[in-house]
């Protein structure tokens, strides 16, 4: 079935009178007078929109035939091919699912490949595709600087500014970064995204940031097409709530106006380039052929709306713009347009047959070589006539038995000397040193250029490490409390973790997400701060899950991180037991069997704590306890009130929740046949689910339990006690599970 918007062009160009002059074939004149635009420049601009267009009708068509899976067009937006003229192939882009003329644009100016046949490859999920290996449709290309996006809301721009913030820091830190210094990193959204809160938040951080005199390259382009699927945008929305935000320069302009589009793109390039601040480019387009094949657009939209919007189209209106200046006759316009469509098909009839994913490891293959590569890693040697001089005295591993809070903060800072691209960052974490004092010091050590301060916004926070990762550094966020992530896991899930596997590992954002959490803390209670659910992390493909317990542990485990991170672009999430922070103590007050000596630097191999590796404690024959967090200190206390009753427990920590240790488990269980998963996370969607499941998966046979906090919010005060797991309820299972036995 044709589309109207084929035959009104076709129709439209056909009725036209050729006015070609003499001098036509002079393309390096303007377009128009006084333009900037040459008239090739003007060719150049309208091949990428041709190309656009006839993509989005072929899309349909291979759709039609069961052989296509993506009908989200451009038509209508092809005026964003002047973005990409105006800017640099070397600027990073994050495009908007409806910047097809801005791919084929920036393509062209870097040549080396078919851009067309890359689009139909993604629209076929063909293995061929040369970003996402048939993975997802994407508009991405490593040698074009384009890092793919698969989201439809605006979840790519907190890390677009991130990326725009690390094109300065990493000059400043003097490290290798992606990015040219003079580099503007752009990024493209459409009206509707822009309300949302990944949107509002990320535009919010640009602007506060240049407020402060960071420098922050980065023009955002708002693709304004008055509509969301089939919700309106209320007429001057975008220009009454963006056009006069002070701290961020607005552009706007008519994307059917070839000539303006280009100058006024040109100029907002230019601005953000020379000033390093960020600006809104607003980009008026219209939406052509609906929301996509599937969306039947005349159930909320007239029929004269609909072809209302036919002349607006911007490829007709370029296609006027040669004609009506006497530089192309309508029948060169009409050959022009069919050529592409010719060409368009050819590749579609060719790409429709090549294979496709044939089986769950070719799916897999991005985050099951990342994790083995990650699991592979091993932390970085140290220089110790350089650390000495950063440290002082006395090193770490010289100041004795340490708490899990020291631990964390000497292993921070030893990262940042080993790796001089790595930066930690988070609300109060630098002139404060974090609410509990993790942090403390690191600014004055390390410098202020990489131990900050962020604005109070985990979207923000992750955004930044994402674009700081893909940019060539190695960046150490901390979420104040487990709970404050909830509002921000999807910059982990939808846009941190995809990322390898949508970009077939191209594109890696490596990095480490601390977050204090769990319960049990003393006079600092409520949900907000004694969280205990982690859920959410356990089910992302492809991270790395860390939860330290002991100081000597803790340590470890973050350099095992850090390396993971850097030398594989893992996502790591490294859990902090809030509860054990400044714990001395295990069995008796004044004990201090919960303090660890710092691990030697010199033996580091040798102390090395792999991804996905156990820790056992004892040797106990008749039950293992499996365990995790605060949970390890609670169940060493009930191993030995269990000696007095003759059972002889080992304890097992597990310290990794992704991957689970499912090897090192499974040993310690066929050890005793009796294993209890103690969980202080819930019972629902907590950590023993998977424990349990994995256990019976691998075949064991023996007696198997759990024990899990209540499936509640944690309340202030001593009410927290009755719905958190407790030390009477491990012991009274763990006698059961004994003794029934």
């Known amino acids: 079935m044709a589309e109207q918007i084929d035959d009104h062009f076709t129709t439209t160009v056909a009725a036209m009178a050729d006015t070609t002059r003499p001098g036509a074939s002079d393309h390096d004149r303007p377009v128009e007078t006084a333009s900037s635009l040459s008239v090739q420049q003007t060719l150049d601009l309208f091949d990428s929109q041709l190309g656009s267009r006839h993509l989005d009708l072929v899309a349909r068509r291979l759709r039609a035939k069961g052989k296509g899976f993506y009908t989200i067009g451009s038509s209508g937006h092809e005026g964003n091919a002047v973005v990409a003229g105006a800017l640099r192939p070397t600027d990073p882009a994050l495009l908007h699912y409806r910047s097809g003329a801005f791919f084929l644009e920036r393509a062209r100016q870097v040549r080396g490949s078919n851009p067309l046949r890359d689009v139909l490859l993604g629209v076929v999920a063909a293995t061929e595709e040369p970003m996402s290996g048939g993975r997802h449709k994407v508009f991405g290309r490593h040698d074009l600087n384009i890092i793919p996006q698969t989201s439809t809301i605006a979840s790519h721009l907190p890390r677009a500014v991130g990326v725009a913030f690390s094109i300065a820091r990493a000059t400043k830190l003097n490290v290798l970064s992606a990015w040219p210094e003079d ?75 070839l000539p303006m589009a280009y100058a006024t793109a040109k100029h907002a390039a230019d601005w953000v380039r020379g000033h390093r601040k960020p600006a809104f480019l607003h980009l008026r387009t219209v939406r052509l052929m609906g929301h996509a094949g599937s969306d039947f657009e005349a159930a909320y939209r007239t029929t004269s709306e609909i072809t209302a919007d036919f002349d607006r189209d911007p490829v007709l209106c370029t296609a006027k713009l040669l004609i009506e200046r006497g530089h192309l006759s309508p029948t060169d316009i009409l050959d022009l347009y069919e050529n592409k469509r010719a060409e368009v098909d050819a590749l579609a009839q060719e790409v429709g047959e090549l294979p496709q994913l044939d089986s769950p490891a070719a799916v897999m293959r991005p985050l099951t070589e990342g994790l083995d590569e990650a699991i592979d890693a091993e932390p970085r040697r140290t220089y110790p006539a350089r650390r000495a001089q950063i440290v002082g005295s006395p090193l770490p591993e010289e100041e004795g038995p340490l708490t899990v809070a020291l631990a964390i903060n000497r292993a921070l800072l030893d990262v940042l000397i080993e790796y001089p691209e790595a930066l930690v960052f988070g609300e109060d974490v630098a002139r404060k040193g974090g609410v509990y004092g993790v942090t403390r010091g690191l600014m004055k050590k390390a410098g202020s250029a990489r131990v900050f301060d962020t604005l109070l916004d985990e979207q923000a926070i992750l955004g930044l490490a994402l674009g700081a990762g893909v940019s060539g550094l190695l960046p150490f966020p901390e979420i104040q409390y487990l709970a404050y992530l909830h509002n921000a896991a999807d910059q982990i899930r939808g846009e941190g973790a995809t990322l390898q596997f949508f970009s077939d590992r191209q ?20 949900h907000f701060h004694n969280d205990n659910a982690v859920a959410a992390l356990r089910d992302i493909p492809g991270i790395v899950v860390a939860s330290p317990a002991r100081p000597d542990d803790a340590a470890a485990m973050m350099h095992t991180c850090a390396a993971a991170a850097r030398t594989a672009g893992a996502l790591c999430v490294y859990l902090e037991p809030i509860a054990l922070y400044h714990t001395r103590d295990l069995y008796e007050d004044g004990d201090e069997r919960w303090l660890a000596a710092y691990p030697d630097p010199a033996k580091r191999t040798e102390n090395h704590v792999p991804i996905g590796s156990a820790r056992t404690y004892g040797d106990g024959t008749d039950l293992t306890i499996v365990t995790f967090g605060n949970g390890v200190r609670m169940s060493l206390r009930v191993a030995r009130r269990l000696e007095r009753a003759n059972i002889a427990a080992r ?89 029934v036995s």
């Open 651 to 739: 304890v097992v920590d597990m310290r990794w929740l992704a991957p689970l240790p499912v090897s090192d488990i499974l040993r310690e269980a066929n050890a005793t046949g009796r294993v209890l998963v103690v969980d202080e996370t819930r019972s629902s969607g907590g950590v023993a689910e998977g424990v349990v499941t994995a256990l019976i998966d691998e075949g064991f046979t023996g007696r198997l339990a759990r024990v899990a906090s209540e499936d509640s919010f944690i309340p202030l005060g001593d009410a927290a006690l009755e719905v958190l797991l407790s030390e009477d309820t491990i012991e009274a299972a763990a006698i059961k599970l004994v003794q």
């Open 507 to 526: 594109y890696r954002n490596p990095m480490v997400v601390r977050v204090a959490g769990y319960g049990y803390q003393k006079g600092f209670g409520g």
């Open 183 to 257: 580099a503007v990193a752009v990024c493209s959204f459409g009206d509707a995204s822009a309300n949302h809160s990944t949107a509002v938040g990320a535009i919010n951080t640009a602007i506060h940031s240049a407020f402060q005199g960071l420098p922050l390259p980065l023009l955002v382009v708002c693709e304004d097409n008055g509509i969301g699927i089939s919700t309106k945008t209320p007429k001057g929305w975008i220009a009454a709530n963006f056009g006069n935000r002070e701290g961020l320069e607005y552009f706007t302009v008519d994307g059917s106006d």
